[in-house]
């Protein structure tokens, strides 16, 4: 039951916390400002499912990758904003070389006739 | 932010505001889109996702989710168990009884069988003994310990030790104590300090005689002080005079220190060159017990050949012994020591496991006792689990529940039981006490009894609460919560497993009730055998008057005013004085040649040796039955004469009469014949199950040394313990400085004796009866189930012409169908059981078919009443309602 609601836009466990980090290398944002970046930035495409969002930013709370605070927002409502944080930054770098390996592979499976084809 | 558990209900708020600030925003968005702000915040949420999912989620990333639903369960099952107290009234008094008896067994277990010495590492401690084929035990003479103490290479210390009674004056006042002669490093050995003062060491056990430059010291026990000096620091420094020598009190050993043997307490010890210079040179006394500590890296078996080198040396000088060196003196043994000396547990092991056996059996009795109560009660939670399966529940969770509120109940059954535990522990301590000896248990609560306490709580728990929690959380919720009352298949197979549960408890009680059988007969046959001794009306006491120095003439002169006034007091028909009583636990020997006897070993030539005054065979009841008893004629200046029992008479005699033959007595070496005159019945002599052996009688007044310390015992028609008072007057005028210890009739010496047979037999019946009421109460339990299921059916059979007594029989039928089968199990289950205790009966085989068949027979008997009850009910059913009855 766990398992079902952790990620479903991807296959590879902690793409939904990279995206968080990256977004929030642009500057602090709270739960629902970071869900409508990562649609607006993705191009509609990727909807976080909000019911994975809040898990995944309390698993990054406890990893000390972000860190919160509760900052009064524009409408004077209290909310809990969200930054990165310097061990955050250098997870989010590793993390972005891993995704960066894992795409080139993938996209070498997927385009073999590169190499073969030339003869 | 911390993850700290108890800020967990901040942190709830918390993410619920967050996620409610989240959805006031995406409304707000919305709204600003053009939606209706009702569209918007029913879009908002549906976008988020079901909430509670979310939030739960959330939550168990922060962990401590298992904790927070335990503490869920515990706080719901308290709350259903409070609804129903008197379901938690009875199982957990039965889980009290299961679990305190248990606990009180092996707390005694664990300090008699379990516990190490308070001492540094007890492992590498070992005693170091002589033993042969025949057997063994105890270290070899003095000068031989020096010999392995100067010369091992394998071990770190070797200490002696010997306990011997001691009689202490202390300020005037004399008292008898249990002392020990103690080599100089025997507290340093093994690492025992001293609460205050200081230990005595190897400077002041360096002078035989006089011990050290502070002059004879003494170390004495902690409860000894408290007893005596009411716990006063000045103690320290204070002299004593022990036996003939003044000590000076210089430490005070801690209250857990009770010296190398389990039961005993030492009250004194004091340097082993205080002890007898004799016997610390004799190279033939063996007296003492030696302890080594084993060097780091040394193997036993290379330390253990070392010394037996040594030994060896030695014994080949002693040519005497040569008959009884196979069979004693063999060669030299490492025991290990961590736990002590091994008498007591050696006695104990058997009939503890036993009762551990029994009452191991009782729990698990109570176990499906309350797994039954639990059957039932979950019958009428079907609905509440419906309820909770639908909501979404898992089913493990539903058994996690019912097993937390089993453990709820173990839990006040258990701090019950711990109470009664305790009781009970005390008590048969108490009992233990009551042995041949005092018996001193230190029934401190150690890290191995609590980890046993919660084990067994735990396992308790489990045994008797998953199976009906494995069972309501197979429900199907649809037709439960439908109201359907005809889920006739769930409620048949709970009442199967009721009665799998019946059955089993019968069977466990018919063995416990063989067993308990068993025992009481053994008893019955110690106590009315023919012991050869009348035990009745007879007082016995020990009378010391070591402290007068006498001579053998005095001596005699002595202890002949002492008969004379036991006898002039009125009531008293006999009076006599011997060294050792009747099963009192003591023996003497000596080694004889009968001409025309030709031993085939020196094992031929031994005998018990009692010496006794003329009246013992009148005031101990045992029969002359040929030639005579001894008289006043028989004195130091008479020729010397001897009586023999029955079995040493048929031994070196065959059937020829011995009266008038000529016996030497060869160890102790005497130069003059003895004739005997007379042989007597056979009584028993160490104890009453042992043998009898062959018994030599001496008259006391012909001892070649003098004895100082003799037996005193009278003959009264009436009750011997009233004439306890105005013997120890007549005795006391006789002087303040003779010791009168020890004072009881004979009869509780008997009793005294048997004290094993006495402790097991009643535990096992009280348990035994424990249980058979609890397999009633189960029987009575499942009949009634039975009856209100089936009431419909009695009512439509009633109804239909059947009479009372038809339906009577119909239910008896199947209650004692059960018992029937439990037996049926039982009796074989007992066979196979009763193996082990064989060794423990007396007079009985462990397979006796009366006591098997008794034991059947109060089982059925017993159980008809229970299942009587339920049936009478039964027949009183209106068939009326009940044909209307759901």
């Known amino acids: ?119 | 932010m911390s993850f700290l558990f108890w800020r967990r209900k901040q942190r709830d708020e918390e993410l619920d505001e967050e996620i409610q600030s989240h959805l006031n925003m995406a409304a707000r968005d919305r709204v600003e889109r053009g939606e209706s702000s009702e569209q918007a915040k029913q879009s908002a949420r549906h976008e988020l996702g079901n909430v509670a999912l979310v939030k739960e989620t959330t939550r168990d990333i922060w962990g401590w989710r298992w904790l927070t639903e335990f503490a869920q369960d515990v706080r719901y099952g308290m709350r259903t168990l409070y609804r129903s107290p008197g379901f938690v009234a009875v199982a957990a008094l039965t889980l009290a009884l299961g679990v305190g008896a248990n606990l009180a067994i092996f707390q005694l277990i664990d300090t008699v069988l379990l516990k190490p010495l308070p001492v540094a590492q007890p492992e590498q401690l070992f005693f170091i003994e002589n033993v042969g084929v025949q057997g063994g035990g105890g270290a070899p003479p003095y000068p031989c310990f020096e010999t392995f103490r100067s010369n091992t290479h394998f071990f770190s210390g070797i200490a002696a030790y010997s306990p011997s009674g001691m009689k202490i004056s202390i300020d005037g006042q004399i008292e008898q104590v249990e002392g020990q002669f103690a080599s100089g490093n025997y507290f340093s050995l093994l690492g025992v300090r001293t609460f205050i003062g200081r230990p005595f060491g190897p400077a002041d056990d360096s002078v035989i005689g006089i011990g050290g430059a502070d002059g004879p010291v003494a170390v004495i026990g902690y409860n000894y002080w408290r007893r005596r000096f009411a716990g006063s620091p000045a103690v320290i420094g204070k002299k004593i005079q022990v036996g003939t020598t003044g000590v000076t009190i210089i430490g005070v050993t801690p209250s857990e220190f009770f010296g190398m043997v389990p039961g005993q307490d030492v009250d004194i010890s004091l340097p082993m060159s205080l002890a007898d210079p004799k016997l610390l040179s004799d190279r033939g006394s063996w007296w003492f017990d030696a302890v080594g500590r084993l060097k780091h890296g040394a193997s036993k078996e290379q330390a253990r050949a070392e010394l037996d080198g040594f030994f060896q040396a030695f014994m080949d000088e002693r040519t005497a012994m040569r008959g009884l060196r196979k069979d004693y003196f063999d060669h030299i043994e490492l025991a290990a020591a961590g736990l002590g000396a091994e008498g007591l547990r050696t006695e104990s092991v058997k009939p503890l496991m036993t009762l551990m056996a029994v009452v191991g059996c009782v729990l698990l009795i109570v176990c499906a006792n309350v797994a039954n109560l639990m059957l039932v009660r979950s019958a009428a939670r079907r609905k509440e689990f419906a309820v909770r399966l639908a909501m979404g529940a898992g089913r493990l969770r539903l058994i996690r529940q019912m097993i937390t509120e089993g453990m709820l109940l173990t839990g006040f059954g258990g701090l019950i039981g711990l109470f009664l535990a305790s009781w009970g522990s005390s008590w048969l301590v108490s009992f233990f006490s009551i042995g041949r000896r005092q018996i001193l248990l230190n029934l401190e609560p150690d890290g191995r009894l609590i980890l046993f306490a919660l084990g067994l709580l735990f396992i308790t728990a489990i045994i008797f609460s998953f199976g009906p929690a494995w069972r309501s959380a197979q429900i199907d919720p649809g037709p439960v919560l439908k109201g359907s009352t005809t889920a006739a298949s769930t409620r048949s197979s709970r009442l199967q497993v009721g009665k799998l549960l019946v059955v089993i408890q019968v069977t466990l009680s018919v063995v416990l009730l063989v067993g308990a059988g068993l025992f009481l007969r053994s008893l019955q046959n110690l106590k009315h055998l023919d012991a050869g001794f009348r035990p009745d009306g007879v007082l016995i006491m020990n009378v010391d008057a070591d402290a007068r120095n006498y001579g053998k003439r005095q001596m005699n002169d002595f202890w002949q005013e002492t008969l004379t006034r036991a006898e002039a007091i009125p009531g008293v028909s006999s009076a006599t004085l011997s060294r050792l009583s009747p099963v009192d636990g003591h023996d003497d020997g000596a080694m004889i040649e009968v001409p025309g006897f030709i031993p085939r070993a020196d094992r031929d030539k031994t005998v018990s040796v009692n010496q006794i005054s003329p009246e013992y065979f009148a005031t101990m009841g045992i029969a002359i039955l040929r030639g005579r008893a001894f008289n006043e004629r028989d004195n130091e200046s008479a020729p010397k004469v001897a009586l023999l029992n029955e079995t040493a008479a048929r031994f070196y005699f065959g059937s020829h009469d011995p009266v008038g033959a000529e016996l030497h007595i060869s160890a102790p070496r005497t130069a003059d014949p003895y004739e005997i005159v007379g042989v007597v019945k056979d009584s028993r002599h160490t104890s009453l199950r042992d043998e009898v052996p062959r018994l030599l009688y001496l008259p006391a007044l012909q001892s070649n040394h003098p004895l100082p310390r003799l037996t005193l015992a009278i003959r009264t028609a009436g009750n011997p313990s009233g004439l306890a008072a105005p013997i120890r007057s007549a005795i006391h005028e006789q002087g303040a400085d003779v010791l009168l210890t020890n004072v009881v009739t004979l009869n509780e010496q008997v009793n005294k004796s048997l004290w094993q047979e006495r402790l097991v037999s009643s535990l096992s019946s009280i348990f035994g009866l424990l249980a058979l009421l609890l397999a009633c109460v189960g029987l009575y339990g499942v009949i009634s189930y039975t009856v209100a299921r089936r009431t419909k059916e009695i009512g439509i059979r009633i109804a239909l012409g059947a009479t009372r007594v038809n339906v009577l029989r119909m239910v008896l039928k199947e209650s004692l169908a059960l018992v029937f089968v439990g037996v049926a199990i039982g009796v074989p289950g007992a066979f196979a059981a009763t193996r082990f205790i064989s060794t423990m009966l007396y007079g009985v085989s462990a397979s006796d078919p009366l006591t098997i068949a008794g034991a059947a027979l109060v089982m059925g008997a017993v159980t008809v009443p229970a299942a009587l009850i339920p049936a009478r009910r039964a027949t009183k059913v209106d068939p009326l309602i009940a044909i209307r009855y759901e």
Do not use: F
């Open chain 1, 1 to 119: 039951m766990k398992e079902r609601y952790l990620n479903r836009i991807e296959l590879l466990q902690g793409t939904l916390d990279m995206l968080i980090m990256q977004t929030l290398q642009w500057g602090p944002r709270h739960g629902y400002g970071l869900s409508q970046s990562i649609r607006t930035n993705s191009g509609e495409i990727l909807k976080v499912d909000t019911g994975s969002l809040y898990p995944a930013l309390h698993r990054l709370e406890k990893q000390k990758l972000i860190a919160a605070e509760w900052k009064q927002s524009e409408n004077n409502q209290r909310t809990r904003v969200y930054k990165l944080t310097a061990k955050g930054k250098k997870q989010l770098v590793s993390e972005r070389s891993r995704w960066s390996q894992l795409s080139e592979a993938i996209a070498g499976v997927l385009n073999p006739a590169k190499s073969e084809g030339d003869a």
